[in-house]
């Protein structure tokens, strides 16, 4: 029997894109939009990630910030962390990456999202999943109710796509607050995590979806809140970052309790790992 | 091996199990070159394992299982289809083997040939195609008769009550049960806070097959290899994300881990099978003789 008997394709084996755009977006982090080499949509849905390749660096995953409903390319936000991400913040528009992916579970934009207020939870970095979510909501606006969009950050200077922020404020029954844990001299706005925004807020539980990405230490207090509106944990979805290192439930290193965050997540149902010991900490 | 006279089939336990000829510790995945992208490696050809004793028989189908449901993995897959395998039964006990209360002390499947010494002679069975062309080969060789399979079967009978070193009072099949119950027992504290976070335990499992994977250029600058290595939950950073945030960094949460993977997770994916063949490799491998199975569960079966 020779090696190429199984006539499996190979899961570990990235396609081939380029970058359409290499922008700084702050201190720290870098917008990426590319597209696929083959002409191919990538063919996600919001909430799933990718595995990038930068050649001879390693390979590293990453959300995709973009919704679907934009075709013709995707979007990443990175911040330089370590190795893959350092070597990312040095590519400019026409450089190629390796991309594996999309993996995981997404955000039920179709299915339980539909027809429902949504509430947006987003801390730091947890924004980039999460606006492929609004935009994916924004972009099909009559199919979901209100919306609210809560964003915290360490400081003003962190915050995202603020360029966004108009468009998105000028839909109907939209709102958007932001929080910073430290505001500057030009800061006028709210001061206090992202609870803060959440003290006076009224929601019907019985039609309200929340989604929550944020740093680990936030889920928690996101989830009291929630449940001092009245908010049960069926109703609330989560994305949680681990290291998916391969992306399709083999190496380990995504693991909580028995879950593979690159298959059973990223996205998971609250009610689903309430009990998980090792998922919200 | 090129003398027969080499071949040691009595040997007790190898240092390390049969799993690096499926999953090498360094092992080419792609090739890239700058220009060209990635490109699939899969360096394989026929090979012929023998003397696999039977605990690391089952060790291999669970392996199996786990490398091609789902999103099958060409790499193991391709090597474990050009691997003929001649199984042995167990001639001399190892130092803390327990695969007698496993039911791993013998194995039904997975290989090709099954040797089991009786007497001074070897009774030989094929199971599949491969294992008959090999058998084929043997001239002169008379049909084993009814006694001859009524001593095998003796041998199996022995070998289910020598392969206990350890005393497990646990049936394996109680051990998810025990598990459920179990993420706060203090034995994880216990044992934990003496183990040096060395991994060998993880190394030397038969059933651990984590790994990490890296990127490597060559001098010239354009080329290079991605390969996988052997990863260990055991090691500090093994869950650990930029930003310098860990999610296990505790020993106690390493530690327990790696029992409720070997109890509890991998088994919820491969058919309820315990992911512990009773080989007793981590029990000899541990520095801080922490790492017995038995001992774990044989607690964890008489409460706290």
Known sequence: ?281 | MTKATNLRLDYDVTILPPKSFFQPQNETLLSFQRGKGYRSVIETEPFLLLGVHPYDMVAITQMDEIFSQGNGDVHYVSRRQNATIVVVDVENVSPDVFAGHMGTYKVEEGWDVLLTKVADQYLVESKTERGAALMSSLADVPDADQGWLEMRQLVWERNKGRLRRHELEAEPSTWPDLLEEAYDHPIWEEKAKLCFSCGSCNLVCPTCYCFDVRDEVHWDLVSGERFRVWDGCMLVNFAKVSGNLNFRKDEAARYRHRYYRKGKYVPSKIGGQIACVGCGRCITACVAKIANPVEVFNRLAGGR
Not at chain 1, 47 to 53: A, L
Not at chain 1, 73 to 93: C, D, E, I, P, W
Not at chain 1, 162 to 174: F, M, Y
Not at chain 1, 248 to 255: A, D
């Open chain 1, 1 to 281: 029997m020779d090696s190429t008997s199984t006539g499996w394709n190979d899961i570990y084996l990235p396609e081939m894109a380029t970058l359409l755009r290499s922008e700084p977006m702050t201190a720290d982090e870098r917008f990426f939009e590319c597209k696929l080499d083959s002409g191919k949509e990538l063919g996600h849905m919001p909430g799933q990630f990718v595995e990038v390749s930068v050649l001879g660096i390693g390979e590293a995953p990453f959300s995709i910030s973009s919704s679907p409903t934009q075709t013709g390319s995707f979007q990443m936000v990175v911040r330089n962390v370590g190795n893959v991400t350092h070597a990312m913040h040095g590519l400019k528009s026409g450089d190629k990456i390796g991309i594996r992916g999309p993996f995981g579970t997404h955000f039920p934009v179709e299915d339980e999202m539909r027809g429902k207020d949504i509430v947006f939870i987003c801390g730091g970095l947890g924004r980039v999943p999460v606006r492929s979510a609004i935009n994916y909501v924004l972009d099909n606006r009559d199919d979901y109710g209100e919306v609210t969009i809560l964003y915290g950050t360490k400081s003003p200077a962190e915050r995202l796509f603020l360029d966004e922020v108009e468009a998105i404020v000028s839909k109907e029954n939209v709102k958007y607050l932001e929080t910073v844990d430290r505001g500057d001299e030009e800061w006028t706005g709210n001061v206090g995590v992202i609870t803060t925004l959440m003290t006076d807020m009224m929601v019907d539980p019985r039609k309200t979806v929340a989604v929550i990405c944020g740093p680990p230490v936030m889920f928690k207090f996101a989830i009291m809140s929630l449940y001092k509106m009245g908010m049960v944990d069926k109703n609330i979805f989560v994305s949680l970052e681990r290291h998916m290192k391969c992306g399709v439930g083999k190496c380990g290193h995504c693991q909580i309790d028995g879950l593979y965050v690159c298959q059973d997540g990223p996205v998971f149902r609250f009610a689903d790992i309430a009990e998980v010991q090792e998922a919200i900490q």
